[in-house]
C-alpha cells in the first residue's frame, strides 16, 4: 500500500511539472531539479544520535556555506573514510566498523550534504566530494570505502582530485552512469520529453555538467589506486551490470559478485572479504 502511494505522488508531480513546463518552464526545470536532489530520508538529530556515533569523536565542520558532521573512531596511524549513499547517514556503517576496529585502524565517516547532521537541502556528488577534500587533507586516509552515490562519489574524488594518500578504495552498489539515475526519474515520475530537457538543460547551465560525460567508468579509467567493486546480483535499486562496467574500466580493481543482499548490502561474509582486501588478510 505505501509502494502504490508513493507511485501515485510520484505520478501527481510529473503531470505537475508538465503542466508547468508548458506555462512556465523555469519553474517546472528548478521543481523537477529540487526532488531530484533533495533527498527525502537519512537525517538525524543531536539528541537521539545511533549508539555507534555516539562512541565516536564529532565535530560539525564549516565550508562555504555549509555545515557538515564528521566521525572519528581513533586507532592508529592506518585510516579509513567511510562515505554513504543516497538518504543515509553515517549510522550506515555500524556493522562494517566492528571489523575495521579488529584492524586498530582509525575510522572516519562524514554525513553526505542534506544528511545525517550536516545541513542543505541539495545533495550532488560533485559538492559531496569537496566534503570529502577537506577530510582526505586533515587526515590523509590511506583507504576509501563507498556504498551506492557513495561509491559513485569516492570514484568521482579520486579521478579528480587524485589524493596521493589513497591506496585502496572499495565500491559497493554504485551505478555507473548518471543517464541511468536520470532514466529511472524521468520514468518514475513519467516526466515528458520536454521537462526531461529542462531537467537536463539545468545539469548543464547551472551545474556545469554534461549527463552523458559523467560516468564512473571514465572516472574509474583515471584511478590508479587498488579497487575492489562489490555488487549484488539481486540489487533492484542499482543494476548489477552498472558495478561490473565500473570494474571493467578501472585497469587496478577486482570485482566481487554477491547475492541475497539487495542495495543495502550488510553481511558479514562480504565485510570479511572487504577487510581481507583491504588489510592483506587471508
Given at each position: 500500500?505505501?509502494?502504490?502511494?508513493?507511485?501515485?505522488?510520484?505520478?501527481?508531480?510529473?503531470?505537475?511539472?508538465?503542466?508547468?513546463?508548458?506555462?512556465?518552464?523555469?519553474?517546472?526545470?528548478?521543481?523537477?531539479?529540487?526532488?531530484?536532489?533533495?533527498?527525502?530520508?537519512?537525517?538525524?538529530?543531536?539528541?537521539?544520535?545511533?549508539s555507534v556515533l555516539q562512541e565516536a569523536?564529532?565535530?560539525?565542520?564549516?565550508?562555504?556555506?555549509?555545515?557538515?558532521?564528521?566521525?572519528?573512531?581513533?586507532?592508529?596511524?592506518?585510516?579509513?573514510?567511510?562515505?554513504?549513499?543516497?538518504?543515509?547517514?553515517?549510522?550506515?556503517?555500524?556493522?562494517?566498523?566492528?571489523?575495521?576496529?579488529?584492524?586498530?585502524?582509525?575510522?572516519?565517516?562524514?554525513?553526505?550534504?542534506?544528511?545525517?547532521?550536516?545541513?542543505?537541502?541539495?545533495?550532488?556528488?560533485?559538492?559531496?566530494?569537496?566534503?570529502?577534500?577537506?577530510?582526505?587533507?586533515?587526515?590523509?586516509?590511506?583507504?576509501?570505502?563507498?556504498?551506492?552515490?557513495?561509491?559513485?562519489?569516492?570514484?568521482?574524488?579520486?579521478?579528480?582530485?587524485?589524493?596521493?594518500?589513497?591506496?585502496?578504495?572499495?565500491?559497493?552498489?554504485?551505478?555507473?552512469?548518471?543517464?541511468?539515475?536520470?532514466?529511472?526519474?524521468?520514468?518514475?515520475?513519467?516526466?515528458?520529453?520536454?521537462?526531461?530537457?529542462?531537467?537536463?538543460?539545468?545539469?548543464?547551465?547551472?551545474?556545469?555538467?554534461?549527463?552523458?560525460?559523467?560516468?564512473?567508468?571514465?572516472?574509474?579509467?583515471?584511478?590508479?589506486?587498488?579497487?575492489?567493486?562489490?555488487?549484488?546480483?539481486?540489487?533492484?535499486?542499482?543494476?548489477?551490470?552498472?558495478?561490473?562496467?565500473?570494474?571493467?574500466?578501472?585497469?587496478?580493481?577486482?570485482?566481487?559478485?554477491?547475492?541475497?543482499?539487495?542495495?543495502?548490502?550488510?553481511?558479514?561474509?562480504?565485510?570479511?572479504?572487504?577487510?581481507?582486501?583491504?588489510?592483506?588478510?587471508?
Open positions: 500500500m505505501q509502494k502504490l502511494f508513493k507511485t501515485i505522488i510520484a505520478k501527481l508531480l510529473g503531470f505537475y511539472i508538465n503542466l508547468l513546463s508548458c506555462l512556465t518552464p523555469k519553474k517546472a526545470q528548478k521543481l523537477a531539479y529540487r526532488f531530484f536532489s533533495e533527498p527525502q530520508s537519512g537525517r538525524l538529530f543531536k539528541d537521539s544520535l545511533p569523536e564529532t565535530e560539525t565542520v564549516t565550508y562555504k556555506d555549509m555545515l557538515f558532521q564528521t566521525y572519528v573512531w581513533k586507532g592508529n596511524a592506518c585510516k579509513v573514510l567511510l562515505i554513504h549513499g543516497w538518504e543515509s547517514n553515517a549510522a550506515r556503517w555500524k556493522l562494517f566498523i566492528t571489523y575495521l576496529k579488529k584492524a586498530g585502524c582509525t575510522i572516519i565517516a562524514i554525513d553526505g550534504p542534506a544528511h545525517g547532521l550536516s545541513s542543505g537541502t541539495e545533495f550532488t556528488i560533485p559538492r559531496y566530494a569537496e566534503f570529502m577534500d577537506i577530510i582526505v587533507q586533515q587526515y590523509q586516509p590511506q583507504y576509501l570505502v563507498g556504498h551506492s552515490l557513495g561509491g559513485s562519489t569516492i570514484l568521482y574524488y579520486q579521478s579528480h582530485y587524485n589524493s596521493n594518500s589513497i591506496q585502496k578504495m572499495v565500491v559497493m552498489g554504485a551505478p555507473c552512469d548518471f543517464t541511468m539515475i536520470l532514466s529511472n526519474y524521468i520514468k518514475t515520475l513519467s516526466l515528458s520529453k520536454k521537462s526531461a530537457q529542462l531537467l537536463n538543460n539545468h545539469f548543464i547551465e547551472e551545474l556545469g555538467i554534461n549527463t552523458e560525460e559523467f560516468s564512473c567508468g571514465l572516472f574509474a579509467s583515471k584511478i590508479t589506486a587498488q579497487g575492489l567493486v562489490v555488487h549484488d546480483v539481486d540489487d533492484t535499486t542499482v543494476p548489477f551490470k552498472e558495478g561490473r562496467k565500473i570494474a571493467e574500466s578501472w585497469p587496478n580493481a577486482q570485482f566481487l559478485r554477491t547475492k541475497g543482499q539487495g542495495h543495502s548490502m550488510h553481511s558479514d561474509a562480504m565485510y570479511s572479504k572487504i577487510y581481507s582486501f583491504l588489510f592483506d588478510v587471508q
